[in-house]
């Protein structure tokens, strides 16, 4: 934790706009997921096809964020917890684009179960994805609190996501063995379960960026969450 | 963009420049005036002591000595007695007050003692002229009984009086040479005597030299101390060493200027134009050697 | 820049990957004789171990007292051979006086004291056999602002050698000058000039002659007080250069006010703050991930 701003007050207030810009990009992310699912449950597609144009939205902070992290190296030749601060920074605008195309991708599927029927495990989804959606929010506030703890218990949470996800593969296994002319739905449904489930591990590796910025040490293995099951 | 314009270009302001460069030349025209005053007094002695003493350059009043008749005196044996007496002078002053000032300023450590040593110095260089004829007297004649009216003693004499000047010229010049200059010896492994005289004294010696022309100058010129030691007596011949009695030229032109014999008024002038051109040879050749020494750092 | 190579992996569980980049790590990471130890806040020493050569320059405890002011409050910190190590801080912090006390220059400064041990390849450089003259060819010296004396080019690097008797003729005089000169990357620009005044050469060129000046008496550590702070960023590049190529001959120790310098040019730094040593170690640590806090505010520009 800096103890007081820097002499110049520009480098603080650089600094300030670059958290702002990815809590930001946090927050369009973890919308983008709570509304591609709300529209998977409920059969939106309008709103699915929003959410696939506001993906662009994170794209360009991305794109700007990644302007703002050169340049701040350029003029303000940042040092030690500033660097390891920018340099996250700029990782983690990616990881959270990637986020973003998760979102996307999971209303690209909203079209196609449209017409189908109500299909079991569909139930779960939505709180897998509320606890996925939770773990990039506490994480980015972790990055820019500089909470080392934080994100430690963060990363402890993506246990939950992963037997999550194990529970929805054996029971959408378990369904498509049953309603064989189903099989289609339910290899979406399975898609997008596996993409929560990266959601959540996206989360972890956030989670180790913010650690070693803050503390400038390496998180150890033993802290992040078991590799799911299913490949 | 009207406002910060208008102030640079009102009445007021212009007043104000106006005043400002004439108060500049103002004081410029002082300046000229006064050095043009300094000059003229200077101009006047000049020609004056031309006007009244070109005639007595007769042949003979370069190489002849005094004599009691005035159309057979001459300057040539007082000359060789300030050459004399000035060569004293220097071999003693220079070494002794250059060593003292560089032990004073590089060698002694800072205590009361020494600043007491530094004050008294620079009350000796303000002592009157003629105190150091009454020590002259007291010491080199009565208590030595070295040969009265000697070059020797006289230059002893100037000798006493010269040393300050040239210690307090050694100092200032030795304190201003900069210390990095110092360092950067020091840095190199040299001892404190190689820097003193390799880089130092070498710097310094410009400032040193300033300041022996200065106290050589004096010296030329002084009368009265020379007169208590007895450097009065009417002499006929060139001093031949330093032990010979002789006599200098100030104290010549002092001697001649009493006698009751008008021819001896235009002689005195001729002796004062020698005596003027002596110092500016002296000079000239001082200010010459100390160009030729100086450094830029 | 440093040329020391990272290792691809740090404290990773993960063994190396090659026996080729494991070679390499253990060749530049470990300095036999040196162990970077978890040191507690303050107190700073790079200890060595029993085994290799032990450090070139050893303080320990060092003071320096202007008259009653303590400037410099218990200094203790290790020079190391083929090592360059920088002293930051800000204005003030005794990083220039604690360098002074290498070469005993601080014994020129009237009312100044200085106690603790300083000791250079084991010897204490302050007991009386020690002479102080050749500590002072030992240990070399350049200032802030380039001081060459005002002689001509090749007088300014011939005095040392001069003065302490290197040469036994006039050949190998010149020999000695023309190497000095080679070393300190001048020698192209000046060779065919060495009758000129040292002081009519460029600020860059003055530094460097100011080099060759120290390198002629051959000394085994080269001190720096700021040497670039009045150059220009080519010169001050030049500079850095040859201080990257006087590494392996020298033990080189650099005050610089410039982090940014002492980041590129440095294997080790030093964080001096109000007299005290704060904190030493290797330089990508310093500027990476420093252990104290002040010296993360003032690398970071949170200081003041």
């Known amino acids: 934790m800096a103890t007081q701003g820097h002499t110049l007050k520009a480098f603080d207030e650089d600094l300030d706009r670059l958290r702002a810009l990815i809590t930001e990009m946090g927050g369009l992310a973890e919308h983008a997921i709570i509304e591609a699912m709300r529209c998977l449950s409920e059969r939106d597609g309008d709103g699915a096809h929003q959410v696939i144009e506001d993906d662009k939205k994170i794209d360009a902070l991305e794109v700007e964020t990644e302007r703002r992290v050169i340049q701040l190296i350029a003029l303000r030749a940042p040092m030690a917890g500033d660097l390891r601060d920018v340099v996250a920074a700029l990782k983690i605008s990616g990881v959270v684009e990637r986020i973003g195309d998760y979102a996307k991708n999971i209303a690209k599927r909203v079209a196609v179960l449209e017409d189908a029927g109500k299909i079991e495990p569909l139930s779960l989804l939505p709180e897998m994805a509320r606890i996925a959606t939770g773990m990039v929010h506490d994480v980015l506030n972790a990055f820019v609190q500089r909470d080392a703890a934080a994100a430690i218990r963060v990363c402890e949470r993506d246990k939950a996501v992963d037997d999550f996800y194990d529970s929805v593969f054996r029971t959408l296994l378990t369904h498509m063995m049953e309603n064989p002319h189903n099989i289609g739905q339910s290899a979406h449904l399975l898609f997008v379960a596996k993409n929560l489930e990266r959601v959540g591990d996206h989360a972890t590796n956030i989670a180790e960026m913010v650690y070693y910025a803050a503390t400038g040490e390496h998180m150890a293995d033993r802290v992040k969450g078991q590799e799911g099951l299913a490949l | 963009m009207n406002k910060p314009e208008a102030r640079w270009t009102s009445a007021a302001m212009s007043r104000r420049v106006a005043r400002r460069y004439a108060a500049e030349r103002r004081f410029k025209a002082l300046g000229l005036l006064a050095i043009v005053v300094s000059l003229a007094f200077l101009a006047f002695l000049l020609v004056i002591m031309g006007m009244r003493g070109i005639g007595g350059f007769s042949n003979g009043f370069l190489t002849n000595s005094d004599a009691t008749d005035p159309t057979q005196v001459g300057v040539w044996g007082a000359l060789k007695g300030s050459l004399l007496t000035i060569v004293v002078t220097m071999a003693l002053a220079f070494p002794v007050g250059v060593l003292a000032a560089v032990y004073l300023e590089e060698f002694a450590k800072r205590s009361r003692f020494n600043d007491f040593i530094e004050v008294s110095i620079n009350n000796l260089a303000a002592v009157p002229s003629i105190i150091f004829g009454l020590l002259g007297l007291a010491v080199f004649l009565n208590f030595m009984h070295l040969p009265r009216s000697a070059s020797l003693v006289g230059g002893l004499t100037l000798a006493l009086m010269t040393m300050p000047v040239i210690v307090i010229a050694g100092r200032n010049a030795i304190k201003s040479v900069p210390p990095s200059i110092r360092d950067a010896a020091l840095g190199v492994g040299a001892s404190k005597m190689q820097v003193v005289f390799h880089h130092v004294l070498p710097l310094a010696l410009p400032g040193i030299l300033t300041g022996t022309i200065i106290g050589m100058a004096r010296a030329l010129g002084e009368t009265a101390p020379l007169l208590m030691i007895g450097m009065r007596a009417f002499i006929a011949t060139p001093p031949r060493g330093f032990t010979d009695p002789a006599t200098v030229l100030p104290v010549q032109i002092f001697l001649w200027s009493d006698e009751v014999d008008r021819a001896f008024v235009e002689k005195t002038s001729a002796a004062i134009i020698v005596l003027l051109l002596f110092m500016l040879l002296m000079n000239g050749l001082a200010i010459y050697l100390r160009n030729r020494f100086e450094r830029r750092w | ?304």
């Open chain 3, 1 to 304: 820049m440093p040329d020391e190579k990272e290792p691809m992996l740090t404290n990773s569980t993960v063994p190396f990957p090659s026996t080729a980049i494991a070679a390499e790590a253990a060749a530049d990471e470990v300095v036999p004789g040196e162990r970077v130890a978890d040191a507690e806040p303050g107190s700073a020493i790079v200890p060595d171990q029993v085994s290799g050569p032990g450090p070139k320059m050893r303080a320990e405890d060092v003071r320096v007292f202007y008259g009653e002011k303590e400037a410099l409050k218990g200094v203790s910190i290790e020079i190391h051979e083929d090592k360059v190590t920088a002293f930051i801080g800000p204005s003030g912090c005794g990083k220039s006086t604690f360098l002074r006390c290498l070469n005993r220059m601080n014994d020129t400064i009237a009312g100044a004291r200085v106690t603790g041990t300083i000791t250079l390849d084991g010897e204490d450089i302050s007991s009386p056999d020690m002479d102080v003259v050749q500590l002072r060819a030992r240990v070399g010296m350049v200032f802030q602002k380039p001081n060459p004396f005002p002689k001509s080019i090749y007088e300014n690097v011939a005095y040392g050698p001069r003065i302490h008797g290197l040469a036994s003729g006039r050949e190998e005089l010149d020999g000695i000058v023309e190497n000095s000169l080679r070393r300190a990357g001048l020698w192209d620009e000046v060779k065919d000039r060495l009758t000129e005044s040292g002081t009519a050469l460029s600020g860059g060129q003055q530094q460097r002659l100011c080099i060759a000046r120290a390198i002629a008496v051959d000394p085994e550590v080269i001190l720096m007080d700021e040497p670039c702070s009045a150059l220009d960023p080519i010169a001050t590049a030049k500079i850095e250069e040859l201080i990257h190529e006087l590494r392996g001959r020298y033990a080189i120790a650099i005050v610089t006010h410039n982090m940014q310098q002492a980041a590129r040019v440095s294997q080790r730094t030093a964080f001096f703050h109000l007299g005290e040593l704060i904190e030493y170690g290797k330089t990508k640590e310093i500027f990476t991930n420093p252990r104290e806090q002040r010296t993360q505010d003032y690398i970071t520009g949170r200081y003041g």
